[in-house]
């Protein structure tokens, strides 16, 4: 059988990893978790941390029991350091019920530290979707708990190249995750207090008194202090949405100076960043499809994209789509006519990007015996999926052995066949063909029909004969399980298909009506928009 569409602990296949070959392979008993122990300790040692900031905070607030008693109330998760944020957050607790502080007490979980616990895991969680609780746990142990210092770690330790602080979509992160880490902590204002988190970010006076305030707290200074930031709180003006921009660069930068002691990621083989990997993959599948033709893709492509159109090659990872595509289709056709294709399964392309992603890695651990599986998927997030960043094979004997375990490892159909053929595959009318037909584009039909005769003589000049194997016979009860499977499927694509013809059918109308609308004279035409709107 092939490999599940989403990859667990990539280990090596012992009954392929033969001579020099190493192929890595999915393991159903191991999904990369850590034990149950070390899960255990991680979550006790981040309650300790939090316990010991809530100390910290209670020594500050000592002179102040009006807002010490809010301390129940308050949470670790905000913006800036750990006390701060506790004292920020009990400071909102209090202005929400100044008169004696009762309504806004009851019901509220008394345990701090686990409720801190719960919205700092839900931050990081929410922030970077790939994380699992565990991980976001073992990031924020290294972090002591900060979570934008645990953000900083989470970047660097997945080299997420398109974080960029004070971005629209940062911001966008920042302020969905804030809101969900406050209502997962259970604090009795959480909308309140997100807004008041961006509130004081948005504007960069607002932040840098507000810092500086909570650092010239002490537990013998001036009652004022605190009291002055108090009242501050409940009347900060709550921004609007395109207000928050690069504003919210501050709390980063703050957060890079307190990372400085932080400690180093220690830990291998992220199960994240194999996440990230396919997500990677993925976007590049998605790339491919649209530089298809859809005609050819429909009727014919569909069949070798998903049977043998994998990533790796001596292309960049679309190019080497397509061309592996088109190879297998002009060199082993199918055996019968195949029915036009409308929609392509999700499952489905899940599977070949699963496949790619061990194929990438046997491939890089076959050819340099010094990596690791670990190794190899941070390399490949370094570099886009580039195999041609690595050391050149001293031979081709040698190259053609790496690529021999990608395909097994990918479980291509003619793994041999498509070493050979990738080995040998260097020329630079390839790229001339593709960069000719508008770089980025779509290509046309004429251009793949030359991409593949010009892919098959390359395939002959390697002397391997391309003979189509028959299908091989299976048990008859095999047999009707698979039909029966394959009816299940068919009626699923029947009806996600009409949904989709729908929705198109609708956008057009819509579009139609509008583009309609547009062309209708200067003085109907605000009357027309405001029915639309």
């Not at 008394?110 to 976001?136: N, Y």
């Not at 997100?194 to 948005?202: D, H, I, Q």
């Not at 340099?368 to 997030?381: E, G, M, P, V």
């Amino acid at each position: 059988g092939s490999p599940a569409s989403s990859p667990a602990m990539a280990n090596l296949r012992a009954n392929a990893s033969t001579g020099h070959l190493r192929v890595y392979g999915t393991s159903l008993s191991d999904d990369g978790a850590l034990p149950r122990e070390e899960r255990e300790q991680d979550t006790s040692l981040l309650l300790r941390k939090i316990e010991l900031h809530r100390d910290e905070a209670v020594k500050l607030l000592a002179s102040h029991p009006d807002l010490l008693r809010f301390l129940d109330a308050a949470t670790s998760v905000g913006l800036l350091d750990l006390v701060s944020n506790i004292v920020v957050s009990a400071m909102l607790a209090a202005a929400a019920d100044p008169v004696d502080g009762a309504s806004a007490l009851v019901g509220v979980d008394k345990d701090m530290k686990q409720r801190s616990l719960d919205g700092l895991v839900a931050f990081l969680t929410c922030f970077f979707p790939h994380l699992i609780d565990w991980e976001a746990v073992r990031y924020l142990v290294l972090a002591q708990a900060d979570p934008l210092v645990a953000a900083r770690i989470v970047v660097e330790d997945r080299r997420t190249k398109c974080f960029r602080p004070g971005s629209a979509a940062t911001n966008g992160a920042l302020k969905l995750a804030l809101k969900c880490a406050m209502v997962a902590a259970k604090h009795p204002c959480p909308s309140e207090l997100a807004g008041v988190w961006l509130s004081l970010c948005s504007s960069l006076d607002t932040l840098e008194k507000a810092v500086s305030l909570l650092s010239a707290v002490r537990p013998n200074s001036p009652g004022d202090i605190l009291h002055t930031l108090a009242k501050q709180m409940p009347v900060v003006p709550c921004p609007a949405p395109d207000a928050i921009g690069s504003s919210l660069i501050r709390p980063w930068e703050l957060a890079a100076r307190r990372s400085k002691h932080a400690a180093k990621v220690t830990h291998q083989y992220s199960w994240s960043l194999r996440r990230v990997l396919l997500h990677t993959i993925h976007g590049f599948y998605l790339q491919a499809l649209a530089r298809m033709p859809g005609g050819e893709l429909r009727s014919r492509y569909h069949r070798s994209m998903l049977k043998a159109g994998h990533c790796y090659g001596p292309f960049d990872p679309v190019t080497n789509i397509i061309v592996n595509t088109i190879w297998y289709e002009a060199t082993f056709p199918p055996l019968s006519q195949l029915d036009e294709l409308d929609i392509l399964g999700t499952l489905n392309l899940m599977r070949i990007e699963a496949q790619s992603f061990y194929g990438l890695v046997s491939f890089l651990c076959t050819h340099d015996k010094d990596l690791n599986a670990d190794q190899a998927i941070r390399f490949l997030l370094d570099t886009d999926l580039n195999l041609a960043a690595t050391k050149q094979c001293s031979s081709v004997q040698e190259e053609q052995e790496a690529f021999r375990a990608a395909a097994t490892a990918a479980w291509h159909p003619r793994p041999d066949a498509q070493a050979a053929f990738l080995s040998s595959c260097k020329t630079p009318a390839v790229l001339s063909l593709l960069s000719d037909n508008g770089g980025q584009q779509q290509l046309s039909s004429q251009c793949v029909h030359q991409l593949a005769m010009l892919l098959s003589s390359a395939f002959r000049s390697t002397g391997m004969l391309a003979q189509q194997k028959r299908p091989v016979a299976i048990y008859e009860r095999r047999f009707h399980l698979t039909m029966d499977e394959g009816h299940i499927q068919r009626r699923a694509h029947r009806r996600i298909s009409r949904k989709v013809k729908a929705a198109l059918s609708r956008y057009e109308v819509q579009n139609s009506v509008r583009t309609s609308l547009s062309s209708a004279s200067c003085g109907m035409r605000c009357e027309y928009i405001c029915v639309w709107s």
